[in-house]
T-cell receptor, first 107, second 117 residues
Framework: SQELEQSPQSLIVQEGKNLTINCTSS?????LYWYKQKYGEGLIFLMM?????EEKSHEKITAKLDEKKQQSSLHITASQPSHAGIYLC???????FGTGTRLQVFP | KAGVTQTPRYLIKTRGQQVTLSCSPI?????VSWYQQTPGQGLQFLFE???????NKGNFPGRFSGRQFSNSRSEMNVSTLELGDSALYLC????????????????FGPGTRLTVT
């Protein structure tokens, strides 16, 4: 069965710093979602990537899909405390999610 | 447009009891999926319903069941509760299939936190 591995598992950064979260699939990706979750709450949809090489941005968050590497990266520029939470990647169609990356941003 | 709603938000049950959780999808969404989230296992897919039919099923025992009504609202039932069933149960809705094109962009509800004692 397919698995999505995220790295790092946990990240603590100072406000204003840039950071990257990776999501690697054990099998072919047919599309990938990124979500953010505040502890104990539902997931908030960030963006969906459908084609290899596709890159999308929303505010200070950019995500890219590398089909050949079966990998996606999520990059946050100039992080803010509001970016704190758990970031999850999800494989489209396969209905599976990554292990999650817990992000903390301190002032 | 109202988001996905789940009721109840919190629930405490005893081992051996059964529980029913409810999910109302976004208006117009025909697909409802259920997930179990625990610290140890992460977010795991339970099942998906589309137009009242179970379309996909995860790897959970038969104690976990669900159904979807004609108005797309869905319920999930867990019988003979075990301590390990304590988790956050999330429901997500999506369009499902629109004009032959699958749309799995899912919108999640706030979840129901189930504690089994």
């Amino acid at each position: 069965s397919q698995e999505l591995e995220q790295s790092p598992q946990s990240l603590i950064v100072q406000e204003g710093k840039n950071l990257t979260i990776n999501c690697t699939s054990s099998k072919t990706l047919y599309g990938l979602y990124w979500y953010k979750q505040k502890y104990g709450e539902g997931l908030i949809f960030l963006m969906m990537l459908q084609k290899g090489g596709e890159e999308k941005s929303h505010e200070k968050i950019t995500a890219k899909l590398d089909e050949k590497k079966q990998q996606s990266s999520l990059h946050i520029t100039a992080s803010q405390p509001s970016h704190a939470g758990i970031y999850l990647c999800g494989a489209a169609l396969q209905l599976i999610f990554g292990t999650g990356t817990r992000l903390q941003v301190f002032p | 447009k109202a988001g996905v709603t789940q009721t109840p938000r919190y629930l405490i049950k005893t081992r051996g009891q059964q529980v029913t959780l409810s999910c109302s999808p976004i208006s117009g969404h025909r697909s409802v999926s259920w997930y179990q989230q625990t610290p140890g296992q992460g977010l795991q897919f339970l099942f998906e319903y589309f137009s009242e039919t179970q379309r996909n099923k995860g790897n959970f025992p038969g104690r976990f069941s669900g159904r979807q009504f004609s108005n797309s609202r869905s319920e999930m039932n867990v019988s003979t509760l075990e301590l390990g069933d304590s988790a956050l149960y999330l429901c997500a809705s999506s369009l499902g299939v629109l004009a032959g094109v699958s749309s799995y962009e899912q919108y999640f509800g706030p979840g129901t936190r189930l504690t089994v004692t």
